[in-house]
Protein backbone atom coordinates (compact mmCIF):
# COMPACT_ATOMS: atom_id res chain seq x y z
CA UNK A 1 0.00 0.00 0.00
CA UNK A 2 1.63 3.19 -1.18
CA UNK A 3 -1.33 5.09 -1.33
CA UNK A 4 -1.35 8.21 1.22
CA UNK A 5 -4.49 8.60 3.25
CA UNK A 6 -5.32 11.96 1.56
CA UNK A 7 -5.34 9.88 -1.82
CA UNK A 8 -7.56 7.17 -0.70
CA UNK A 9 -10.21 9.48 0.57
CA UNK A 10 -10.27 11.61 -3.13
CA UNK A 11 -10.69 8.38 -4.63
CA UNK A 12 -13.18 7.15 -2.52
CA UNK A 13 -15.05 10.10 -3.35
CA UNK A 14 -14.40 9.75 -7.01
CA UNK A 15 -15.67 6.35 -6.81
CA UNK A 16 -18.53 7.18 -4.72
CA UNK A 17 -19.45 10.24 -7.64
CA UNK A 18 -19.46 8.00 -10.05
CA UNK A 19 -21.68 5.54 -8.29
CA UNK A 20 -23.81 7.92 -8.24
CA UNK A 21 -24.00 8.95 -11.82
CA UNK A 22 -24.61 5.49 -12.70
CA UNK A 23 -27.17 4.88 -10.37
CA UNK A 24 -28.92 7.97 -12.42
CA UNK A 25 -28.14 7.37 -15.85
CA UNK A 26 -29.69 3.81 -14.38
CA UNK A 27 -32.77 5.40 -13.53
CA UNK A 28 -32.95 7.71 -16.22
CA UNK A 29 -32.97 4.83 -18.93
CA UNK A 30 -35.67 2.87 -16.43
CA UNK A 31 -37.99 5.99 -17.04
CA UNK A 32 -37.27 5.89 -20.90
CA UNK A 33 -37.85 2.66 -21.15
CA UNK A 34 -41.20 2.41 -19.45
CA UNK A 35 -42.60 5.50 -21.50
CA UNK A 36 -41.80 3.31 -24.28
CA UNK A 37 -43.44 0.12 -22.99
CA UNK A 38 -46.62 2.63 -22.21
CA UNK A 39 -46.57 3.92 -25.64
CA UNK A 40 -46.54 0.30 -27.10
CA UNK A 41 -49.70 -1.08 -23.97
CA UNK A 42 -51.95 1.74 -25.65
CA UNK A 43 -51.34 0.43 -29.48
CA UNK A 44 -51.39 -2.83 -28.11
CA UNK A 45 -53.92 -2.59 -25.65
CA UNK A 46 -51.88 -4.95 -23.30
CA UNK A 47 -53.46 -5.02 -20.05
CA UNK A 48 -50.69 -7.37 -18.29
CA UNK A 49 -47.95 -5.41 -19.56
CA UNK A 50 -49.67 -2.01 -18.55
CA UNK A 51 -49.47 -3.84 -14.75
CA UNK A 52 -46.41 -4.31 -14.94
CA UNK A 53 -45.29 -1.22 -16.00
CA UNK A 54 -47.08 0.73 -13.47
CA UNK A 55 -45.43 -2.10 -10.60
CA UNK A 56 -41.97 -1.55 -12.03
CA UNK A 57 -42.20 1.90 -11.25
CA UNK A 58 -41.57 1.59 -7.38
CA UNK A 59 -37.83 0.65 -8.29
CA UNK A 60 -37.37 4.36 -9.85
CA UNK A 61 -38.38 5.77 -6.81
CA UNK A 62 -35.96 3.28 -4.39
CA UNK A 63 -33.63 4.40 -6.87
CA UNK A 64 -34.19 7.72 -6.04
CA UNK A 65 -34.13 6.71 -2.44
CA UNK A 66 -30.43 5.42 -2.83
CA UNK A 67 -29.39 8.54 -4.78
CA UNK A 68 -30.63 10.85 -1.93
CA UNK A 69 -28.82 8.55 0.69
CA UNK A 70 -25.68 8.69 -1.45
CA UNK A 71 -26.10 12.29 -1.87
CA UNK A 72 -25.56 12.90 1.80
CA UNK A 73 -23.14 10.89 1.73
CA UNK A 74 -20.87 12.47 -0.45
CA UNK A 75 -22.35 15.97 1.27
CA UNK A 76 -21.01 15.01 4.88
CA UNK A 77 -17.28 15.13 3.58
CA UNK A 78 -17.60 18.37 3.34
CA UNK A 79 -17.60 19.12 -0.23
CA UNK A 80 -16.13 21.91 -2.35
CA UNK A 81 -18.29 24.31 -4.24
CA UNK A 82 -18.13 22.35 -7.94
CA UNK A 83 -18.55 19.23 -5.81
CA UNK A 84 -21.79 21.05 -4.35
CA UNK A 85 -22.89 21.52 -7.39
CA UNK A 86 -22.72 18.21 -8.64
CA UNK A 87 -24.40 17.08 -5.39
CA UNK A 88 -27.37 19.64 -6.00
CA UNK A 89 -27.77 18.85 -9.85
CA UNK A 90 -27.85 15.59 -9.15
CA UNK A 91 -30.89 15.84 -6.34
CA UNK A 92 -33.05 17.38 -8.78
CA UNK A 93 -32.16 15.46 -11.95
CA UNK A 94 -33.00 12.08 -10.28
CA UNK A 95 -36.45 14.19 -8.69
CA UNK A 96 -37.14 14.72 -12.61
CA UNK A 97 -36.58 11.12 -13.62
CA UNK A 98 -38.31 9.92 -10.84
CA UNK A 99 -41.50 12.42 -12.10
CA UNK A 100 -40.93 10.83 -15.66
CA UNK A 101 -41.26 7.48 -14.39
CA UNK A 102 -44.78 8.98 -12.43
CA UNK A 103 -45.80 10.18 -15.55
CA UNK A 104 -44.92 6.84 -17.65
CA UNK A 105 -46.68 4.84 -15.32
CA UNK A 106 -49.76 7.19 -15.24
CA UNK A 107 -50.17 6.56 -19.58
CA UNK A 108 -49.73 2.90 -18.48
CA UNK A 109 -52.80 3.14 -16.03
CA UNK A 110 -54.76 5.38 -18.15
CA UNK A 111 -54.87 2.94 -21.34
CA UNK A 112 -56.16 0.07 -19.06
CA UNK A 113 -59.60 2.61 -18.62
CA UNK A 114 -58.83 3.01 -22.75
CA UNK A 115 -58.94 -0.82 -23.34
CA UNK A 116 -62.63 -0.69 -21.94
CA UNK A 117 -63.92 0.87 -24.58
CA UNK A 118 -63.25 -0.32 -27.93
CA UNK A 119 -60.42 0.80 -29.68
CA UNK A 120 -60.20 4.29 -30.79
CA UNK A 121 -58.51 5.40 -34.42
CA UNK A 122 -56.61 8.55 -32.76
CA UNK A 123 -53.57 7.01 -30.39
CA UNK A 124 -51.16 7.27 -33.25
CA UNK A 125 -50.90 10.67 -32.28
CA UNK A 126 -50.40 9.80 -29.18
CA UNK A 127 -47.20 7.61 -29.97
CA UNK A 128 -45.75 10.16 -32.24
CA UNK A 129 -45.60 12.70 -29.19
CA UNK A 130 -43.97 9.93 -27.00
CA UNK A 131 -41.67 9.03 -29.52
CA UNK A 132 -40.35 12.67 -28.64
CA UNK A 133 -39.97 12.34 -25.46
CA UNK A 134 -38.54 9.41 -25.57
CA UNK A 135 -35.49 10.80 -28.30
CA UNK A 136 -35.26 13.76 -25.26
CA UNK A 137 -34.95 11.58 -22.50
CA UNK A 138 -32.44 9.57 -24.38
CA UNK A 139 -30.58 12.64 -25.33
CA UNK A 140 -30.49 14.21 -22.44
CA UNK A 141 -29.42 11.21 -20.48
CA UNK A 142 -26.13 11.68 -22.63
CA UNK A 143 -25.84 15.37 -22.21
CA UNK A 144 -25.74 14.65 -18.23
CA UNK A 145 -23.15 11.23 -19.14
CA UNK A 146 -21.01 13.29 -21.10
CA UNK A 147 -21.31 16.69 -18.96
CA UNK A 148 -21.98 18.30 -22.15
CA UNK A 149 -23.94 21.54 -21.88
CA UNK A 150 -23.76 21.93 -25.99
CA UNK A 151 -25.65 18.86 -26.00
CA UNK A 152 -27.92 19.99 -23.38
CA UNK A 153 -28.95 22.95 -24.73
CA UNK A 154 -29.94 21.09 -27.81
CA UNK A 155 -32.00 19.15 -25.77
CA UNK A 156 -33.59 21.73 -23.87
CA UNK A 157 -34.28 23.54 -27.97
CA UNK A 158 -35.90 20.42 -29.43
CA UNK A 159 -38.54 21.06 -26.51
CA UNK A 160 -40.77 23.44 -28.75
CA UNK A 161 -41.04 20.50 -31.10
CA UNK A 162 -43.00 18.39 -28.54
CA UNK A 163 -44.95 21.30 -27.59
CA UNK A 164 -46.04 21.83 -30.87
CA UNK A 165 -47.46 18.23 -31.28
CA UNK A 166 -49.19 18.40 -28.33
CA UNK A 167 -51.05 21.24 -29.32
CA UNK A 168 -51.98 19.59 -32.46
CA UNK A 169 -52.67 16.47 -30.91
CA UNK A 170 -54.78 18.31 -27.96
CA UNK A 171 -57.11 20.29 -30.71
CA UNK A 172 -57.73 17.49 -32.76
CA UNK A 173 -58.92 15.38 -29.58
CA UNK A 174 -61.12 18.36 -29.14
CA UNK A 175 -63.02 17.90 -32.00
CA UNK A 176 -63.17 14.19 -31.74
CA UNK A 177 -64.81 15.20 -28.67
CA UNK A 178 -67.54 17.50 -30.42
CA UNK A 179 -68.25 15.15 -33.63
CA UNK A 180 -69.22 12.07 -30.73
CA UNK A 181 -70.21 12.22 -27.16
CA UNK A 182 -68.78 8.61 -26.87
CA UNK A 183 -65.35 9.84 -28.09
CA UNK A 184 -65.26 11.91 -24.92
CA UNK A 185 -64.31 9.87 -21.47
CA UNK A 186 -61.65 7.80 -23.93
CA UNK A 187 -60.43 11.25 -25.57
CA UNK A 188 -60.37 12.66 -22.15
CA UNK A 189 -57.51 9.84 -20.50
CA UNK A 190 -56.22 10.44 -24.20
CA UNK A 191 -55.72 14.57 -23.39
CA UNK A 192 -54.19 13.73 -19.90
CA UNK A 193 -51.70 11.16 -21.41
CA UNK A 194 -50.69 13.62 -23.93
CA UNK A 195 -50.37 16.15 -21.14
CA UNK A 196 -48.24 13.62 -19.17
CA UNK A 197 -45.96 12.89 -22.32
CA UNK A 198 -45.84 16.79 -23.02
CA UNK A 199 -44.88 16.86 -18.98
CA UNK A 200 -42.06 14.43 -19.36
CA UNK A 201 -40.39 16.67 -22.22
CA UNK A 202 -40.54 19.50 -19.46
CA UNK A 203 -38.40 17.71 -16.93
CA UNK A 204 -36.22 16.74 -20.13
CA UNK A 205 -35.82 20.36 -20.59
CA UNK A 206 -35.36 20.82 -16.64
CA UNK A 207 -32.44 17.88 -16.57
CA UNK A 208 -31.00 19.73 -19.45
CA UNK A 209 -30.65 22.68 -17.33
CA UNK A 210 -28.86 21.26 -14.47
CA UNK A 211 -26.74 19.54 -16.86
CA UNK A 212 -25.41 22.92 -17.91
CA UNK A 213 -25.96 24.61 -14.47
CA UNK A 214 -23.39 21.57 -13.29
CA UNK A 215 -20.89 22.32 -15.98
CA UNK A 216 -21.50 26.07 -16.75
CA UNK A 217 -22.74 27.40 -12.97
CA UNK A 218 -24.94 30.28 -12.94
CA UNK A 219 -24.25 31.42 -16.36
CA UNK A 220 -27.59 32.36 -18.01
CA UNK A 221 -29.03 30.07 -21.05
CA UNK A 222 -29.60 31.15 -24.00
CA UNK A 223 -33.05 32.09 -24.25
CA UNK A 224 -35.73 29.73 -25.82
CA UNK A 225 -39.22 29.32 -27.61
CA UNK A 226 -42.08 28.07 -25.91
CA UNK A 227 -44.77 26.98 -28.37
CA UNK A 228 -47.90 24.72 -25.45
CA UNK A 229 -50.68 27.12 -26.63
CA UNK A 230 -53.21 24.29 -25.02
CA UNK A 231 -53.84 26.38 -21.44
CA UNK A 232 -55.46 28.93 -23.52
CA UNK A 233 -57.29 27.18 -26.41
CA UNK A 234 -60.74 28.87 -26.77
CA UNK B 1 -16.99 39.97 23.04
CA UNK B 2 -16.91 37.03 25.36
CA UNK B 3 -18.45 34.66 22.44
CA UNK B 4 -15.59 32.24 21.65
CA UNK B 5 -14.75 31.62 18.12
CA UNK B 6 -16.62 27.80 18.14
CA UNK B 7 -19.89 29.97 19.81
CA UNK B 8 -19.53 32.55 16.81
CA UNK B 9 -19.97 29.83 14.01
CA UNK B 10 -22.64 27.44 16.14
CA UNK B 11 -24.85 30.96 16.08
CA UNK B 12 -24.34 32.08 12.62
CA UNK B 13 -25.17 28.71 11.17
CA UNK B 14 -28.45 28.86 13.02
CA UNK B 15 -29.12 32.19 11.75
CA UNK B 16 -28.50 30.76 8.30
CA UNK B 17 -30.96 27.86 9.12
CA UNK B 18 -33.74 30.00 10.30
CA UNK B 19 -33.43 32.45 7.46
CA UNK B 20 -33.73 29.45 5.38
CA UNK B 21 -36.91 28.43 7.15
CA UNK B 22 -38.21 31.80 7.02
CA UNK B 23 -37.78 31.89 3.21
CA UNK B 24 -39.60 28.50 2.41
CA UNK B 25 -42.26 29.73 4.79
CA UNK B 26 -42.35 33.10 2.94
CA UNK B 27 -42.43 31.00 -0.58
CA UNK B 28 -45.16 28.52 0.93
CA UNK B 29 -47.57 31.59 1.63
CA UNK B 30 -46.81 32.99 -1.43
CA UNK B 31 -47.93 30.43 -3.31
CA UNK B 32 -51.58 29.73 -1.10
CA UNK B 33 -52.19 33.17 -1.48
CA UNK B 34 -51.43 32.82 -6.05
CA UNK B 35 -54.05 29.60 -5.57
CA UNK B 36 -56.57 31.49 -3.67
CA UNK B 37 -56.33 34.55 -5.92
CA UNK B 38 -56.41 32.19 -9.04
CA UNK B 39 -59.29 30.44 -8.08
CA UNK B 40 -60.87 34.34 -7.17
CA UNK B 41 -59.91 35.06 -10.75
CA UNK B 42 -62.11 32.17 -12.33
CA UNK B 43 -65.05 33.33 -10.17
CA UNK B 44 -64.75 37.40 -11.04
CA UNK B 45 -63.56 36.58 -14.76
CA UNK B 46 -60.64 39.06 -13.90
CA UNK B 47 -58.14 39.03 -16.65
CA UNK B 48 -56.51 41.84 -15.15
CA UNK B 49 -55.69 39.94 -12.01
CA UNK B 50 -55.13 37.22 -14.20
CA UNK B 51 -52.31 38.31 -15.43
CA UNK B 52 -50.72 39.38 -12.12
CA UNK B 53 -50.95 36.19 -10.84
CA UNK B 54 -48.81 34.87 -13.63
CA UNK B 55 -46.35 37.65 -13.33
CA UNK B 56 -46.51 36.46 -9.21
CA UNK B 57 -45.04 33.41 -10.57
CA UNK B 58 -41.84 34.50 -11.00
CA UNK B 59 -41.28 35.86 -7.88
CA UNK B 60 -41.88 32.22 -6.04
CA UNK B 61 -39.58 31.18 -8.56
CA UNK B 62 -36.73 33.19 -7.58
CA UNK B 63 -37.08 32.41 -3.48
CA UNK B 64 -36.82 28.89 -4.76
CA UNK B 65 -33.36 29.70 -6.50
CA UNK B 66 -32.46 31.36 -3.34
CA UNK B 67 -33.38 28.32 -0.95
CA UNK B 68 -30.64 26.53 -3.30
CA UNK B 69 -28.14 29.25 -2.44
CA UNK B 70 -28.38 29.49 0.93
CA UNK B 71 -28.55 25.11 0.95
CA UNK B 72 -25.23 25.31 -0.73
CA UNK B 73 -23.59 27.73 1.89
CA UNK B 74 -24.86 25.58 4.42
CA UNK B 75 -23.59 22.31 2.97
CA UNK B 76 -20.22 23.72 2.60
CA UNK B 77 -19.80 24.35 6.43
CA UNK B 78 -19.89 20.24 6.26
CA UNK B 79 -22.70 19.90 8.28
CA UNK B 80 -23.93 16.83 10.41
CA UNK B 81 -26.11 14.00 9.57
CA UNK B 82 -28.98 16.37 11.12
CA UNK B 83 -28.28 19.19 9.36
CA UNK B 84 -28.02 17.73 6.12
CA UNK B 85 -31.75 15.78 6.77
CA UNK B 86 -33.03 19.79 7.34
CA UNK B 87 -30.95 20.56 4.04
CA UNK B 88 -32.48 18.00 1.71
CA UNK B 89 -35.71 18.48 3.16
CA UNK B 90 -35.42 22.04 2.76
CA UNK B 91 -34.51 21.53 -0.84
CA UNK B 92 -37.09 19.06 -1.43
CA UNK B 93 -39.91 21.24 0.21
CA UNK B 94 -38.58 24.51 -1.89
CA UNK B 95 -39.37 22.85 -4.93
CA UNK B 96 -42.44 21.43 -4.04
CA UNK B 97 -43.32 24.71 -2.90
CA UNK B 98 -42.72 26.06 -6.53
CA UNK B 99 -44.68 23.52 -8.55
CA UNK B 100 -47.74 24.57 -6.27
CA UNK B 101 -47.11 28.14 -7.39
CA UNK B 102 -46.68 26.97 -11.10
CA UNK B 103 -49.87 24.98 -11.08
CA UNK B 104 -51.85 28.13 -9.03
CA UNK B 105 -49.98 30.24 -12.30
CA UNK B 106 -51.80 27.61 -14.90
CA UNK B 107 -55.08 27.99 -13.13
CA UNK B 108 -54.78 31.70 -13.10
CA UNK B 109 -53.95 31.42 -16.74
CA UNK B 110 -56.97 28.89 -18.14
CA UNK B 111 -58.98 31.57 -16.45
CA UNK B 112 -58.40 34.05 -19.07
CA UNK B 113 -59.26 31.19 -22.34
CA UNK B 114 -62.53 30.40 -19.92
CA UNK B 115 -63.47 34.01 -19.94
CA UNK B 116 -63.43 33.96 -23.99
CA UNK B 117 -66.76 31.96 -23.54
CA UNK B 118 -70.03 32.92 -21.45
CA UNK B 119 -70.09 32.06 -17.83
CA UNK B 120 -70.50 29.15 -16.96
CA UNK B 121 -72.36 27.25 -14.20
CA UNK B 122 -70.15 24.75 -13.13
CA UNK B 123 -66.91 26.51 -11.18
CA UNK B 124 -68.77 26.65 -7.85
CA UNK B 125 -66.68 22.58 -7.83
CA UNK B 126 -63.35 24.08 -8.14
CA UNK B 127 -63.90 26.66 -5.89
CA UNK B 128 -64.38 24.35 -3.42
CA UNK B 129 -61.57 22.30 -4.04
CA UNK B 130 -59.12 25.24 -4.25
CA UNK B 131 -59.78 25.98 -1.15
CA UNK B 132 -59.52 22.20 0.30
CA UNK B 133 -55.33 22.96 -1.81
CA UNK B 134 -55.44 25.89 -0.14
CA UNK B 135 -56.20 25.03 3.42
CA UNK B 136 -54.06 21.56 2.91
CA UNK B 137 -51.26 23.73 2.27
CA UNK B 138 -51.08 26.25 4.86
CA UNK B 139 -51.72 23.58 7.67
CA UNK B 140 -48.42 21.86 5.74
CA UNK B 141 -46.61 24.99 6.03
CA UNK B 142 -47.78 25.53 10.09
CA UNK B 143 -46.55 21.59 10.49
CA UNK B 144 -42.71 22.82 8.90
CA UNK B 145 -42.71 26.12 10.57
CA UNK B 146 -43.35 24.03 14.49
CA UNK B 147 -41.50 20.79 12.97
CA UNK B 148 -44.32 19.30 14.05
CA UNK B 149 -44.90 15.49 12.31
CA UNK B 150 -48.20 14.84 13.65
CA UNK B 151 -49.35 17.79 12.46
CA UNK B 152 -47.80 16.44 8.91
CA UNK B 153 -49.09 13.50 9.26
CA UNK B 154 -52.41 14.83 9.70
CA UNK B 155 -52.63 16.94 6.47
CA UNK B 156 -51.53 13.71 4.24
CA UNK B 157 -54.07 11.87 5.24
CA UNK B 158 -56.30 14.94 4.46
CA UNK B 159 -55.19 14.39 0.93
CA UNK B 160 -58.42 11.70 0.19
CA UNK B 161 -61.10 14.29 1.10
CA UNK B 162 -59.57 15.91 -2.17
CA UNK B 163 -59.01 13.06 -4.18
CA UNK B 164 -62.62 12.35 -3.69
CA UNK B 165 -63.46 15.61 -4.51
CA UNK B 166 -61.42 15.72 -7.38
CA UNK B 167 -63.06 12.17 -8.36
CA UNK B 168 -66.80 13.79 -7.96
CA UNK B 169 -65.95 16.93 -10.22
CA UNK B 170 -63.76 15.14 -12.70
CA UNK B 171 -67.29 12.82 -13.42
CA UNK B 172 -69.63 16.06 -13.32
CA UNK B 173 -67.25 17.80 -15.65
CA UNK B 174 -67.58 14.80 -18.52
CA UNK B 175 -71.29 14.38 -18.19
CA UNK B 176 -71.83 18.31 -18.78
CA UNK B 177 -69.66 17.71 -22.30
CA UNK B 178 -71.88 14.95 -23.25
CA UNK B 179 -74.91 17.02 -22.45
CA UNK B 180 -73.58 20.02 -24.27
CA UNK B 181 -70.38 20.12 -27.09
CA UNK B 182 -70.34 23.54 -26.64
CA UNK B 183 -69.22 22.92 -23.15
CA UNK B 184 -66.22 20.83 -24.11
CA UNK B 185 -63.71 23.22 -24.75
CA UNK B 186 -64.27 25.00 -21.26
CA UNK B 187 -64.82 21.56 -19.39
CA UNK B 188 -61.52 20.81 -20.84
CA UNK B 189 -59.78 23.43 -19.47
CA UNK B 190 -61.87 23.16 -15.92
CA UNK B 191 -60.66 19.36 -16.19
CA UNK B 192 -57.00 20.59 -16.11
CA UNK B 193 -57.88 23.53 -13.47
CA UNK B 194 -59.15 20.52 -11.64
CA UNK B 195 -56.27 18.58 -12.03
CA UNK B 196 -53.68 21.05 -11.43
CA UNK B 197 -55.40 21.50 -7.64
CA UNK B 198 -55.70 17.95 -6.71
CA UNK B 199 -51.98 17.88 -8.19
CA UNK B 200 -51.46 20.92 -5.33
CA UNK B 201 -52.79 18.65 -2.62
CA UNK B 202 -50.28 16.12 -3.71
CA UNK B 203 -47.09 18.62 -3.34
CA UNK B 204 -48.78 19.26 0.15
CA UNK B 205 -48.36 16.05 0.61
CA UNK B 206 -44.82 15.68 -0.34
CA UNK B 207 -44.06 18.36 1.80
CA UNK B 208 -45.91 16.76 4.80
CA UNK B 209 -43.71 13.70 4.37
CA UNK B 210 -40.49 15.76 4.23
CA UNK B 211 -41.91 17.39 7.62
CA UNK B 212 -41.70 14.08 8.54
CA UNK B 213 -38.38 13.23 7.33
CA UNK B 214 -37.11 16.28 9.02
CA UNK B 215 -37.78 14.87 12.26
CA UNK B 216 -37.81 11.45 12.61
CA UNK B 217 -35.35 10.46 9.61
CA UNK B 218 -36.43 6.69 7.47
CA UNK B 219 -38.68 5.85 10.29
CA UNK B 220 -41.97 4.86 8.19
CA UNK B 221 -44.70 6.97 7.97
CA UNK B 222 -48.45 4.98 8.09
CA UNK B 223 -50.14 3.85 5.14
CA UNK B 224 -52.65 6.36 3.94
CA UNK B 225 -55.55 6.26 1.75
CA UNK B 226 -55.55 6.85 -2.06
CA UNK B 227 -59.01 8.07 -3.65
CA UNK B 228 -57.92 9.23 -6.88
CA UNK B 229 -59.66 7.13 -9.19
CA UNK B 230 -60.16 9.09 -12.53
CA UNK B 231 -57.00 7.54 -13.74
CA UNK B 232 -59.20 4.30 -14.50
CA UNK B 233 -63.01 6.21 -15.24
CA UNK B 234 -65.05 4.71 -17.91
Known amino acids: MNSQPHDHIVKSYDEERS?????????????????????????????????????NDDAIDALEHEVSQDVMK??????????????????????????????????????????????????????????????????????????????????????AEIDTVYTGLFRELLTYMMEDPRAITPCTHLLFMAKNIERIGDHATNIAENVWFLVKGDEPLPPRDKRDFTNTVT
Open 19 to 55: RLTNEILRMGEMAAAQLESALDVVERRDDKAAERIIA
Open 74 to 159: LALRGPMARDLREILAALRIAADIERVGDYAANVAKRSTALNLAPPLPYTRGLTVLGELAVRQMREVLVAFRDSDPVAAQRVRAQD
